[in-house]
Each structure stands twice: as C-alpha cells, then as structure tokens.
C-alpha cells in the first residue's frame, strides 16, 4: 500500500492534514517540542480514511505530524504522563498579526488542547 505524504503551506492545506488526522490516537509520551530546532512533533495511530470501504472501515496507520519554525508549545486539559492517551478531534489554524505566522491547536477529546 503506498504511503500518504501531506505538507501543509496554508491553512486550506492544513485542513486536510485535518481530516486525515481526525479520530487519530495520540500517546503523550510520542508528542515532543525541540525549542533549538523549533519543531513541535507528534505521532499518531489514524484511521486510514482514503481507503475506507476498500481494507474495511477500522485499518489504522501510524503517522508523524510535524510542525517547523515553532516559538512555543502550550497545553490545557491534556494530562502529561507518557502513557496518556488522547484522540484527535480537529486541527485549526490561527492567523496571527504578521504572515506566515499564527498558531496551530490540536483539539482533543475531553476538551484538551496543544
């Protein structure tokens, strides 16, 4: 099975990066921010929705997400033991004051954010 390869230059490109990561499952320990090299990372378990119907509707796969020329990193809600578990509602994008720059926030389940 070939592999999907996205990369996100703007927010419409981000919003498909989106829904192939929606419903994925993030363990906190596979999340990692890199202050000197700026770059936010996590992997996730996704549903494998561009071949739904054809393998079935429950295939996972396991995916990196990875952010460049990142600040910071905040959370709220999201518990921060490395077994911790979360899903994956939405990721948004935020413009801010000056282009290219903005925030990126992953939305959780249970009302956690990154």
Known sequence: MSQLRLIAEDAADLAIIAAAAQDALVRMGDVSFDPKARRFTAMISRFRW??????GPFERASAALAFESVLGVKSRR????????????????????????????????GGGEI
């Open 78 to 109: 999201v518990r921060r033991d490395a077994e911790a578990l979360a899903s994956v509602l939405s990721i948004a994008f935020s413009p801010g004051e000056t282009p290219p720059g903005g925030a990126v926030s992953l939305m959780l389940a």
């Open 50 to 55: 561009e071949t739904a119907g054809e393998t």
